[in-house]
């Protein structure tokens, strides 16, 4: 394995790590009028370190996932051009 594939390695697991630790959030407000029994009105309030995501907000789990795919995707795309390096 040279310098290129575990630099590569490195970066790709500290976004992921980055990832986990600062998850998209959204702040929950649920309304109880009559009109609107039950209804919950998520707002996205940008991405807040792990321990800060209590109460009212909550992990934004698609935006999450998208964010994973994405970056696997650029991981796979650096391992695939730079499959010939030895």
């Known amino acids: ?15 992921l790590v ?4 600062f998850p998209p959030v959204e702040f929950v407000t649920y309304s ?3 009109a609107s029994y039950g209804n919950s009105i998520t707002k996205f309030a940008g991405w807040d370190f792990i321990s800060e995501v209590d109460g009212d907000y909550q992990i934004n789990i ?18 695939y051009f730079t499959k010939n390096d030895k």
């Open 18 to 21: 980055l990832i986990f630790l």
């Open 1 to 15: 394995m040279n310098n290129t594939k575990l630099i590569g390695i490195i970066v790709y697991a500290s976004a």
């Open 32 to 34: 109880y009028s009559y």
């Open 62 to 79: 698609i935006l999450l996932l998208i964010e994973i795919t994405i970056v696997t995707l650029i991981y796979g795309s650096f391992l």
